[in-house]
């Protein structure tokens, strides 16, 4: 990719970012009012996953962990069948907010601004979750592993036959109770393929690949 048509391609990406940023907070408002609304759920989660993906694409790979971490917050809400409660909204909404923030001028392509609302992410998420925020130190550590593509939310990683059985086992309960809910073909149609990339793994575990 040669410089000029990546400087192009960021610009159209941060185009995108201001058209995609307003759905993703018109859909968490309407999580707010409705905690179990998992199609607008599922829509967020998917905004988020092309704004990381993309942004990698382009080597922004500060804003794709960004993304990164709200996906994978979504997809953990999205699995566990769990409502989303307000500081998770809002903690996502804080997150679409700063990405347009910094989509609406050059500071996009900025790697210093890019790696400070990542650090602020990361410590914003540990608040999320009650744990301690992270010193200049370990953070690097904790963005070296979102930049290798990797989680920092605690989750099983399912690469066992006993860790690929628990996670089906989890789905197939978030499965049954999506089944008592109106409206939840979106939710349903994602837990599905959940539960068979966790076969897949059992099977691929077992030496049956």
């Known amino acids: 990719m040669s410089l000029i048509s990546r400087e192009h391609l960021v610009d159209d990406f941060a185009k995108e970012i201001q058209v995609n940023v307003p759905s993703i907070r018109n859909d968490l408002a309407s999580l707010q009012r409705n905690k179990t609304d998992w199609q607008n759920l599922e829509q967020v989660y998917r905004l988020f996953h092309n704004i990381k993906g993309s942004s990698a694409q382009l080597s922004l790979k500060y804003i794709s962990g960004v993304a990164r971490i709200a996906e994978d917050l979504l997809e953990e809400l999205l699995i566990s069948g769990k409502d989303i409660g307000t500081e998770a909204i809002s903690f996502i909404d804080k997150v679409a907010e700063k990405i347009q923030e910094i989509s609406s001028n050059d500071t996009i392509k900025s790697e210093e601004i890019g790696e400070k609302l990542l650090s602020d992410t990361i410590n914003g998420f540990r608040e999320l979750t009650g744990e301690t925020p992270e010193d200049s130190k370990t953070i690097q ?36 109770k999506s089944a008592s809910e109106s409206d939840n073909s979106v939710k349903t149609a994602f837990l599905l393929n959940e539960l068979s990339s966790q076969i897949h793994k059992y099977v691929e575990a077992n030496g049956h690949g």
């Open 141 to 176: 550590s904790t963005i070296e592993t979102l930049l290798n593509g990797e989680s920092i939310i605690k989750k099983p990683q399912g690469n066992t036959p006993e860790e690929c059985l628990n996670n089906s086992f989890t789905i197939l309960e978030t499965l049954k």
